[in-house]
């Protein structure tokens, strides 16, 4: 029996939403670790230590230079290979978004704590402040509201990326979407709902990205 | 103000030098401050005066010489400058007060989260500083509802209530309207007045004769000059001083348009 798009799309839906929760989960977690790593990350390249600085930058070059979906391959692939490191996809997944995540937010970080007057850096040193002291009373919360708009750009792009973890085996939505189309054949209907699932959640937080930028300025 | 000649020196520069990419900012700078003495440095634009202050806490570090804090020589590489800064004092030239943090959290940081006192004792004091400078009822303000001059004054009130033994005073009235001077300087002659050890640099040249105990003039990164105020303003020693100073009394004494 055939069956009506909609009737395809309602009964396929358990599958679709099983899909829509891993897509989530990844993002959230690789939001979640992205933003505690990148805010440290930011902060130590604008300590002004040469060492730092000489390995800050070359962890932010191997993520500018790989593709993520070559950091993929090599997590999930060349882990087990080489070193005899074995995680689930799922895993991989989460940690190769961090990483690239991490340098993403970190650029963000790195540009908030620079854009905060260097007045406040000396005032905080000449009452005594130790370096953390200095970031975490007074860099930190100037910071941090430079930082939310730019940032929540950097966590829709995460969210679209976590697409690309279909090739290591992950079944989030788009592979559960596949998986549908290839048992049915009705493609239109599952990229369809895909089309607006991604906007439904990335949109809304283009939006208020924008809002808060404007608030500030 | 008098001392004996046997008090020790509380700062003791020797042979002082400092650059910043191969151009020499300070060189073979001498100076010793003894407790409880104001001394004011004065020298045109960039002859180092603002560096060598940043350089007594550590904000910049010296390249050459030594500098001794009590008994404490300062030069080492890896000095540990916080235990140095929570007793010497500073106060900017655009007072840099935390912008996100009420006047009181202002003052109180560096009592709490550096000399970790108890916050009953540490509010009392700053309490008592806000209200001897007339801005109590500015405590839970933010810096940016108050005037220039305001915020200057709780500058130096976040500075004082660390109690520090030293206070360095880096052109503070020279971001100011000229009706908010005033208010700053005599904040800081009152200063002087109870005693406290203090390094003004400053344009001020009336405040200035007005408050030191001793002039310090510096020129390209050296001190060429330094005496009593009454002797430094009536008769310098150098042209260089001479012709400084000339600038200031030509200026006061220019009548309507014949200037041009």
Known sequence: MELSGLELLLQSMPQLVKGFIQTLLIAFYSIILSTIGGILFGALQTIGLLWLNLLTRFYLELFRSIPILVWLFFVYFGLPLFFNVHLSSFTCAVLVLSLWGITEIGEVARGAFQSIARGQRDAGRSIGLSTIQLYQYILFPQALRRMIPPSINVYTRIIKTTSLTVLIGVTEVVKAGQQIIERTGEAVMIYGSLFVFYFLLCYPLSVLSRKLEKRMT | ?260
């Open chain 2, 1 to 260: 103000m008098t001392h004996t000649a046997a008090s020790k020196p509380i700062l003791k520069l020797m042979n002082v030098g400092k650059s910043f990419h191969k151009q020499v900012v300070l060189k073979n700078i001498h100076l010793t401050v003894q407790r409880g003495e104001v001394t004011v440095i004065l020298g045109p634009s960039g002859c180092g005066k603002s560096t060598l202050l940043r350089c007594l806490n550590g904000l910049e570090l010296i390249d050459e010489g030594s500098i001794r804090f009590n008994e404490l020589e300062l030069t080492p590489k890896g000095r540990q400058w916080q235990a140095v800064r929570e007793r010497i004092g500073m106060v900017f030239q655009s007072y840099h007060l935390f912008p996100h943090m009420k006047v009181i959290d202002n003052i109180l940081l560096g009592p709490l989260k550096v000399q970790k006192r108890s916050k009953a004792e540490a509010l009392a004091q700053a309490e008592e500083l806000l209200e001897r400078i007339g801005l109590l009822d500015k405590r839970d303000s933010y810096p940016r509802e108050l005037s220039g001059g305001q915020q200057q004054r709780i500058a130096i009130v976040r500075a004082l209530c660390m109690n520090p033994e030293v206070m360095l005073f880096d052109e503070v009235t020279a971001a100011l309207d000229p009706e908010m001077v005033k208010e700053v300087l005599e904040v800081m002659l009152q200063l002087a007045r109870e005693g406290m050890t203090m390094i003004i640099v400053t344009h001020e040249m009336g405040f200035a004769r007005a408050v030191a105990d001793r002039i310090v003039f510096m020129d390209k990164g050296s001190i060429i000059e330094q005496g009593n105020p009454k002797s430094f303003f009536s008769e310098p020693q150098t042209d260089r001083a001479k012709r400084f100073l000339q600038q200031f009394y030509e200026i006061e004494t220019w009548k309507g348009r014949d200037v041009i």
